[in-house]
């Protein structure tokens, strides 16, 4: 059964908008989340410098990404760490069906990683016989609901305490009923400390890959990251090519960035960098360590100057905390692995217009991702590019995205150009205006578009004289 | 973020927005007699029609600029374009330069950008108007629209002139500065999710036991008052432009 | 494969048009944190209270009592630390010879061997390497005598940090003592106990790694 899916968006849209369940939940966390990280950023000044730097090393690290990766892979390789490189997500899933086969692995502790949700890695290791385990809370409880992370940040977030405490009873042996939130935790920890003693191999993702000093870095508050980082024998980071940044000295500012923008933290309790596998006459830590880097059609956003800013995203969940739409109908109603706005973006460019149509539309372009993104994405001018690469009327962008003409409607098409012909000629826009003024009200309301605006509001109602006939009376200057 | 405040100029453009045109003219007309009290000439090329935005943000960027550039040639004067809209203003100070970039009209594009201004900005920051309110005591709230704030910088601006009318009382709106649901296409695109946003945004309008929504951007104000009216709620829209002007002028 | 993978993924990244414009790495804004040798002290206590971190300011005269008296108060039975242990003599020599309850153990064997041990103990005692005003975060370099899982693994970790060495950065730390020159296998920055708030928003400390953090700090009389 596979979760990712981009078709029926709107039924799904549909189905969680009945929810009020769900649409508390969202609410909720959202205005939390929202209010945390304002305080975070009360200086303005400070904010403006820090997120043009984190920009600035994004965009510096994506300039030279070649180069970077290869120095990565060089210096890895210095430091013990084995570098993977995967085209696809089939190619990356058999790297670490291939690895943990060699050691005879048969459970896998997981750390936090989009990447491996991109893969459907613990779906492809279940059908090999190999248990993937998540070991972040809310990974943890999302894996057990046989569900997918709702937000990138908090996967858990569109359950409440209720939901949850009814999961742990009915799955975990002999678990009372219990709504308490620290006894939840306490929980999950007792069932997954033996399981990081037992497991034959960890795998986590990776926030940042430093090419300077082939170092991984994680950041994480549980402290999961770094138990199947250390316990178990071999550790197994992936991450997509462009989590790789030039310089330590690249990462403060990203980590400050980070932080505080998913979830209003100074910083997160841990901040984990990894740079080889245990040394001789260390006493703990894997003995393996692997980095298996995936593309996914990473590349191929990169080949357009344009998109690529989408690769400047470090994944911190703002864009969809501050998101209206996410808001409303949470992170599974859009269907793919990365929700709201810099899923939106993100998706249809990597798994296709035609199979992600509506991602685009699904915006009002009010912008609220863009005041926060902390490497300033141009969230809604890439919305705005791929609605361009939806009707297929795409002029511009040097490489035709998957699927471009996805929603290329000759009706459509028609219609804008009749838009076009009356607003760019002053004499047809007089009279189409002077007759809309008089009959415009006739329209029925089953008139298309007007069916759905009158779902919920009452009809326009055009008035009686326009402007250009008022502004002419008042005797105002024609020129 | 909002434009550079100039010396107040003797005239200026209007640019009325389609949507006024259309729908609100009274809104429009308002903005006028607003500006003309201060002492300026208000000059409204005939030839004017819309920004170009619907087309833009509906994936169809060669007719948005078939209208955008229509809209070059009718405002060359070095004068600012004054308009009753923070969307129309933004996407013509915002997007006219990414739109025309390596077009051979970029240049005039980009003149007429940098002379663009929403509304109460101007009125506020350029004329320094100071409004003697003639009304009733009444209690009100205040939209702002995203483009507006976003793009345009207009954040206070409006809620400042509202707070010159001595016997109005402004009740901020919970979740102000979150997006009503329009967004041009939008409301028909995804018309589930639009409803969804203008319910609730309606909900925060009338916990605010205000007697008139004011707002700067008549997309908003369509969306939202048309959800109040299909609600049968008493709350009234209208747009700042009016408003001001309604407690503020001499009743003939 | 790996060697076609990894062709064709740089062919796509090569054959693609630069990035437009300069890059300038501007860190002024990270620089102008700075802060003078009590005020960082100060920040760095403030910043790491409000996520539950626990500080005692002490000697290194003082710290053997104050760290007994602590364990003692949480009613700690087995305390583990490095092998050797890099912990100033002062604190825990003669330990054996002070009446306490709490026992000493060490980590003195690779993880293979004293799994279930590591997992038992209720409390550890490392060094750091420092610490960082702007974050409240302490620096660790796990080493061959103190081992990574020594500051993860227990419920308790106390950590040591000497007066002289709050730094007002992260990226200061790095440039300072010249980090990219010498990584070791693991750096960790620590920014209170292990916590989560997964579940609606409501944080819970002591998840998978400490329940508590203890910080001592060294002063120098």
Known sequence: ?479 | MSRTPIEKPKSVYFFGTCLVDLFYPEAGVAGIELIKREGVEVIFPQAQSCCGQPAFNSGQRDKARDVARAQLDLFTKDIPVVLPSGSCAGMMFKHYPELFEGDVDYNKACALANRVYELSDFLLNVLKIKLTDKGEPMRVTWHGSCHSQREMGVRSQPKDLINQLENVELVELKRETECCGFGGTFAVRQPEISAAMVSDKADDVEATQAQKLVSGDCGCMMNITGHLDYRKSDVQGLHLAEFLWERTNDPR | MNKIAKQEILDNLRNASPSKGDFVTDNSVIYDKKWTQEQKIERFCQVTSAVNTQIKQTTLHDAQRDLIDLLTEKGVRHLMQGSPSPIAKEITDNWTAMDTGVKLRSFDQKIEACKEELFSVDASLTTTLGAIAETGSLILWPTREEPRLLSLVPPIHVALVYEDRFFNTFLEAIEQEQWTTHMPTNALLISGPSKTSDIEQELCYGVHGPKELVVMIIRNN
């Open chain 1, 1 to 479: 059964m596979t979760l990712v899916n981009g078709k029926d968006f709107k039924g799904r849209v549909h189905k969680a908008l009945k929810d009020e369940e769900l649409r508390a939940n969202f609410r909720r966390a959202m205005d939390g989340l929202m209010g945390k990280r304002a305080m975070q950023f009360t200086d303005g000044d400070e904010w403006t410098r820090l997120r043009n730097l984190g920009e600035s090393i994004k965009k510096r690290a994506l300039s030279k990404l070649p180069e970077l990766l290869e120095r990565l892979e060089e210096n890895c390789t210095k430091n013990g760490i084995k570098v993977h490189w995967a085209r696809t997500v089939d190619e990356a899933n058999s790297i670490i069906l291939e690895i943990l086969k060699s050691h005879d692995v048969k459970t896998v502790v997981k750390g936090k990683s989009m990447v491996s949700e991109e893969m459907e890695l613990n779906h492809f290791l279940g059908d090999h016989g190999i248990r993937a385990l998540e070991a972040d809370l809310g990974e943890y409880i999302v894996q057990m609901a046989g569900q997918m992370p709702s937000h990138i940040v908090m996967p858990a977030i569109h359950m409440n305490k209720g939901q949850i405490a009814k999961l742990f009873q009915d799955n975990l042996p002999d678990t009372p009923y219990s709504e308490d939130a620290a006894e939840l935790t306490a929980i999950a920890r007792k069932e997954l400390r033996r399981e990081f003693m037992e497991a034959g191999a960890g795998l986590s993702g990776v926030n940042f890959a430093v090419a300077e000093t082939g170092t991984l870095c994680l950041v994480e508050n549980e402290g999961n990251g770094r138990m199947v980082t250390t316990v178990p024998p071999v550790h197994i980071a992936v991450t997509g090519i462009e989590k790789v940044v030039e310089n330590l000295s690249d990462v403060p500012a990203l980590l400050s960035l980070l932080t505080r923008s998913a979830t209003g933290q100074p910083i997160t309790t841990y901040f984990n960098m990894i740079s080889s596998p245990r040394k001789e006459g260390e006493k703990d830590g894997p003995k393996e360590v692997h980095l298996v880097l995936l593309d996914n059609g990473r590349s191929k956003v990169y080949r357009d100057t344009e998109t690529r800013d989408t690769l400047q995203c470090i994944r911190c969940g703002a864009c969809m905390n501050h998101c209206p739409v996410y808001t409303r109908i949470g992170g599974h109603a859009y269907g793919g692995v990365y929700p709201g706005p810099i899923g939106k973006i993100l998706t249809p460019q990597l798994e296709g217009l035609d199979e992600y149509p509506e991602h685009a539309s699904a915006s009002t372009l009010c912008n609220a991702c863009v005041e926060v993104c902390p490497v300033k994405i141009p969230i809604a001018k890439m919305l705005v590019r791929l609605r361009d690469e939806n009707s297929g009327n795409c002029p511009h962008g040097e490489h035709p995205l998957k699927g471009r003409g996805a929603k290329s409607s000759t009706i459509e098409n028609a219609g804008w150009s009749g838009w076009a012909a009356m607003n760019a000629s002053p004499a047809t826009y007089k009279v189409a205006t002077t007759a809309m003024s008089r009959i415009g009200n006739l329209l029925p309301q089953s008139a298309p578009m007007l069916k759905e605006w009158t779902s919920v509001r009452v009809k326009p109602k055009f008035a009686k004289k326009t402007l250009h006939q008022m502004a002419k009376e008042m005797g105002l200057k024609d020129e």
